[in-house]
């Protein structure tokens, strides 16, 4: 299994996420529009917003518990049974702490 490649991949995916959470911190903060029609739009927008923070932040976590398993050197084994990842689950997701028997088992 090529780990470089994996690393590539999860530090790509985690600087999008970053940006992405960036981007998501700066509209929440921006200045309210005084019209209270467009407030109560704003603050649906905001709802669905913190709902990507929420996901996205997520995400981040299981990219960084992914990398911190590339440096441990137990990238690819699975978290909860110690077998192989496939590298076919792993280029669909490849911050997954699982195999596929465990995850279905979850």
């Known amino acids: 299994m090529d780990v470089t490649h994996y690393k590539a991949v999860l530090e790509t995916r ?6 992405r959470l960036h981007r998501i911190d700066d509209d929440l903060g921006r200045t ?10 704003e603050a649906e927008n905001d709802e669905v917003l913190e709902e990507f923070g929420h996901v996205g932040s997520d995400e981040l976590k299981a990219l960084e518990a992914a990398l911190q398993r590339i440096e ?3 990238y690819g084994k699975c978290v909860k049974c110690g ?7 792993l280029d ?4 997954t702490p699982f195999c596929k028997k465990c995850a279905a088992s979850l």
């Open 14 to 19: 985690q600087a999008e996420i970053l940006k």
């Open 32 to 41: 309210r529009d005084p019209d209270s029609a467009e407030r109560a739009t």
């Open 72 to 74: 441990a050197g137990t």
């Open 83 to 89: 077998k192989p990842i496939s590298e076919e689950r």
């Open 92 to 95: 669909v997701v490849p911050q």
